[in-house]
């Protein structure tokens, strides 16, 4: 079937998957200051628009009244951003602690997040999917808070700028917020299930 809404879903998630080149990209010349920051802004805007596309599509789709049309579409596109988000994000705190040796509590600050949901989220995805309940994967604010956090942190530590620590502290501490978010949204949907 060939529908400008499922279109739109492809899009995004070729939108999410470019950020694994993206993150291999970093390694290039993780030193030159211009081309990291070319590189973070790039997949900081294919997130923005992978998640612009879905959510209009979805809108179009509740507007013609055809609500989950797309929504396995649409939720495997969730798993893929989230996925794209965790590779550019180690790839690239791993680049930031090769090349610019921070310290080792702000490396964990800057994947909190991740560091928290990758036993649950592995746990998830090893239940068969005929037991398991439907959890929303798509980040609330507190996650796309995180997300800016981080990658600003990030820019700022291959800048060796001064606010490169507190800007990872923050990111750290929404990082944890964000995982709670994730694992109560989980619980809950859990628990409206049984």
Do not use: C
Not at 181 to 193: S, T
């Amino acid at each position: 079937m060939d529908h400008p809404r499922l279109r739109a879903v492809y899009v995004a998630n070729a939108l999410s998957l470019s950020r694994v080149p993206l993150a291999l990209a970093l390694w290039i010349a993780p030193t030159a200051p211009r081309w990291v920051l070319g590189v973070i802004a790039v997949a900081g805007l294919t997130d923005v628009l992978d998640g612009w596309i879905v959510r209009r599509a979805k809108r179009r789709g509740w507007e013609d009244g055809d609500v989950g049309a797309f929504a396995a579409h649409v939720a495997r596109g969730e798993v893929l951003d989230g996925v794209a988000d965790k590779v550019f994000t180690t790839s690239a705190v791993l680049a930031l602690a090769f090349f610019a040796r921070p310290p080792l509590w702000v490396l964990a600050a800057l994947t909190a997040r991740e560091l928290l949901l990758l036993p649950p989220f592995l746990a998830y995805r090893l239940v068969p999917e005929d037991r398991r309940p439907k959890v929303d994967f798509t980040a609330g604010p507190v996650g796309k808070a995180t997300t800016f956090f981080q990658l600003t942190a990030l820019v700022l530590g291959f800048l060796a700028h001064d606010a490169f620590e507190p800007t990872a502290a923050v990111a750290g501490g929404l990082g944890v917020l964000a995982a709670l978010v994730y694992l109560g949204r989980a619980l809950l949907r859990d628990d409206a299930a049984q």
